[in-house]
């Protein structure tokens, strides 16, 4: 679980500091910022049952190269590292070359990771059956669309912090 004593992910990777309008208008709402900071630790909590904490970490990363969000890429690429997680894999992530991972139940979680962000309008039952045809659960394909979808809130987030940033910067 992540331990950010002074501020959470968003903060520190956007540079927010009390000193800040952005965070200062953030804050707010502490209990959405609780709330959001809370769910990806309990989202990337190692104890977390079902899905590896490398498999989360590499949809995570995904996910965030296709919106794209180059701070929260290389966030979730830089745990992958700390955790000692495959190389190959990782690259064939980021040229999004899925097909070469050699891992059928990663590929499948991917692929689902793909049609969720680029085409949610294709996610229909076909490609969710992909996933138990791969080897996932039930209760991990409920943690693989919440992460997802998690993520996916992350960067928008992100986003619009980084909007509200630049609009403080420019006053």
């Known amino acids: 679980m992540l331990n950010q004593s002074t501020s959470d992910t968003l903060d520190r990777l ?6 800040s309008q952005t965070y200062v208008t953030r804050r707010e709402r502490e ?8 769910s990806e630790d309990g989202l990337f909590d190692p104890a977390l049952p079902g899905l590896s904490e490398v498999d989360r970490l590499y949809v995570a990363l995904y ?6 969000s180059p701070e929260l890429a290389a966030e979730y690429e830089s745990r992958l590292t700390k955790l000692d997680a495959n190389s190959q894999t990782i690259n064939c992530i ?4 899925i097909q070469h991972i050699g891992n059928d139940r990663l ?9 969720l962000i680029t085409k949610p309008i294709n996610a229909d039952k076909m490609v969710l059956s992909a996933l138990p045809k791969a ?5 991990e394909v409920v943690t693989l669309a919440q992460l997802i979808s ?7 987030l992100a986003a619009g912090l980084r909007a509200m940033q630049a609009l403080e910067l420019s006053l």
């Open 150 to 156: 998690f993520v996916s809130y992350q960067v928008r």
């Open 63 to 68: 996910a965030c190269l296709l919106t794209p």
């Open 135 to 139: 080897g996932l659960s039930t209760p």
């Open 107 to 115: 590929e499948a979680m991917l692929n689902f990771a793909h049609t």
């Open 94 to 97: 980021q040229k999004s070359e």
């Open 14 to 19: 956007l540079g927010l500091s009390p000193q």
């Open 31 to 38: 209990k959405v910022v609780a709330a959001t900071q809370g």
